[in-house]
Nanobody, 124 residues
């Protein structure tokens, strides 16, 4: 069982930056693909980015060039650096984990574990 705890959300003005963290329990963090999703009110959960165990990353077009995912396996933590934030980035951000082979990264059901989410609000 893996527990994921996100932090770092908050209120920021458009054009600003935030860094989200997701701390994972367990001793095999490096064997997990880690993803970030977000969900705005009344909308479906939306894929943001994934980092696979191979080190490959894949970003949604909406955040490419603005968001950067990184992971520190020694700290069991994955980060999401968000720059040039826009009001449309406002959502609850969730991290997700999949042990072993991850199928379609953008499909939420392919992940085994989820955090509780952290609110990001971008004001115009």
């Amino acid at each position: 069982q893996v527990q994921l705890v996100e932090s770092g959300g908050g209120l920021v003005q458009a054009g600003g930056s935030l860094r989200l963290s997701c701390a994972a329990s367990g001793r095999t963090f490096s064997s997990y693909a880690m993803g970030w999703f977000r969900q705005a009110p009344g909308q479906e959960r939306e894929f943001v980015v994934v980092t696979r165990t191979s080190g490959n990353t894949y970003y949604a077009d909406s955040v490419k060039g603005r968001f950067t995912i990184s992971r520190d396996n020694a700290k069991n933590t994955v980060y999401l650096q968000m720059n040039s934030l826009k009001p449309e980035d406002t959502a609850v951000y969730y991290c997700a984990a999949k042990r072993g082979l991850l199928g379609a990264a953008a499909t939420p059901v392919n992940y085994d574990y989820w955090g509780q989410g952290t609110q990001v609000t971008v004001s115009s």
